[in-house]
């Protein structure tokens, strides 16, 4: 009998864009939930320009506090190293995000400035 073909990735629909899709490992495909305590540039060096200050702040409003699943994470377009570190592309710079795994979806957490 032949072994099955493992499956190495999935297709997800969510995503920024409307009828967009995305790869996504198959250890996303479980509930796995992050909160994303902050965003930051990692060991780059930024630009002190209307640009990057833009982009920073958008991005850590719309990531600094919440929680997310994994497999949402993903879809738009976060790459996760390991439980407690991912890289996000935003404004043609990749920004680090420091994660928290959570039990399951939570209110947006107060994240000291």
Do not use: C
């Not at 629909?13 to 305590?37: F, M």
């Not at 919440?66 to 993903?74: A, D, G, N, S």
């Amino acid at each position: 009998m032949a072994e099955p073909i493992v499956q190495e990735s999935y297709i997800v629909t969510e995503g920024k864009k409307r009828g967009a899709t995305r790869d996504v490992r198959p250890e996303a495909a479980h509930d796995k939930y992050y909160t994303v305590l902050r965003v930051h540039a990692g060991d780059a060096i930024l630009n002190d320009n209307w640009h990057t200050s833009e982009v920073l702040s958008h991005t850590k409003a719309n990531f600094e506090g919440y929680t997310f699943q994994m497999r949402t994470l993903e879809a738009w377009g976060a790459m996760i190293e390991n439980d407690h570190r991912a890289y996000y592309t935003a404004g043609g710079r990749v920004w680090s995000l420091d994660l928290e795994p959570a039990a399951g979806k939570k209110p947006r957490i107060k994240i000291a400035e």
